[in-house]
């Protein structure tokens, strides 16, 4: 086995971070679920405006929506969702391998609706029936309204990828949304065993801002904890979904057929060159979790990583990181706050340039 089906066998899914129609249609989709162990796909609206304006197969579609559909986000759908279903089918011997709990393709509502829960219910609803594919997970921005919108969501029996989530917080709030909805939905009478849910918890990003503050500050203890705060924050997060999902809490719902929502690792592709490639994929193998890996990132893993699991180890270490973290007064709620703000601003502004491109 190669690096990446030894990672699979460890209990951890790889996701591929990426989508096009050049993807599906070139095969190298295809090639990563047979060799790579790839086993679901994540996109969002920049992976979305790199595939329009970098994939030659969009020319001829968009060039007809041009004259007979007057709605750019209407056009823009109508090139994603093709794609998304074309993803859905090639993953889904995977879904049915795995009983439902593996095999997904995520496509995000629009990120206008990240602070209004109402529109983002009726949209997901909208996108899961477009979509129409058993193997969909509608992604929602983790905000104080997304929260609201996943739990009823999870209640409607709509399958939700979580995502922009950047603190222990903010993860713990997803993690009992889907719990409370879950519990909402089998007290109607809902089918609670199909009912899947992953929580997106983004990590190079909480490095690049949390280095900056460590940097400012200068001394030797602070810059010897560059590096360490996004996978400090991913393993206490670990540790909480341990508790929340295999204590007694969840005992009840599982003995009705519940699915724990999954830990996902997002951001997984190093943006500080100075460190290893694999930074945020190595230390994190482990049962029950998903890494959705960049093309570059799944590329480093297939030639050179070498996986073990490895989730589990450091607890305590991280939780003294946590604390040297505060005690230098950088508050990682603070922190992941701002950057769920900026990465909701920031995918408003790719779904801008991506709509101008449907023009």
């Not at 996004?230 to 719902?253: N, P, S, V």
């Amino acid at each position: 086995m190669n690096p990446a089906q030894q990672t699979a066998a460890l209990g951890q899914s790889l996701w591929l971070d990426n989508l096009s129609r050049s993807l599906i249609h070139d095969g190298i989709l295809e090639t990563h679920i047979a060799d790579h162990a790839i086993t679901g796909v994540t996109s969002n609206p920049s992976i979305f405006q790199n595939a329009l304006a970098t994939s030659p197969y969009y020319a001829e579609d968009l060039a007809r929506l041009r004259t007979s559909e007057p709605d750019p986000e209407r056009r823009y759908e109508a090139l994603a969702i093709p794609d998304i279903q074309a993803a859905c089918d090639l993953l889904d011997a995977v879904y049915e391998r795995s009983g439902g709990l593996d095999g997904f393709v995520s496509l995000e509502v629009a990120p206008r609706w990240a602070y209004d829960t109402s529109r983002t219910v009726e949209e997901a609803q909208r996108l899961s029936a477009a979509v129409s594919r058993r193997n969909l997970l509608v992604k929602v921005p983790g905000t104080p309204e997304g929260v609201a919108a996943f739990e009823a969501l999870t209640t409607l029996g709509i399958n939700v990828n979580i995502t922009l989530l950047f603190s222990l917080a903010q993860t713990q709030a997803i993690f009992d949304a889907y719990v409370r909805g879950l519990a909402a939905r089998a007290q109607a009478g809902g089918d609670i065993r199909k009912s899947r849910a992953v929580a997106s918890l983004f990590l190079s990003r909480v490095d690049t801002l949390v280095d900056k503050q460590l940097e400012a500050i200068g001394t030797q203890e602070a810059l010897s904890l560059r590096g360490k705060a996004a996978l400090a924050m991913a393993r206490l997060a670990y540790q909480r979904y341990l508790a929340t999902f295999h204590g007694e809490d969840f005992a009840a719902l599982r003995h009705q057929g519940a699915t724990p929502q999954t830990l996902l690792w997002a951001s997984t592709g190093v943006k500080n060159p100075a460190y290893p490639d694999l930074l945020y994929v190595e230390p994190l193998i482990g049962p029950e979790t998903i890494n959705t890996l960049p093309d570059k990132t799944l590329a480093a893993l297939v030639d050179h990583g070498q996986p073990a699991a490895r989730v589990t180890e450091g607890a305590e270490e991280s939780r003294a990181q946590f604390d040297d973290l505060a005690r230098l007064g950088i508050d990682m709620e603070h922190i992941g706050l701002n950057l769920q703000k900026d990465g909701v601003a920031s995918f408003e502004a790719a779904f801008g340039k991506l709509l101008a491109q449907t023009a």
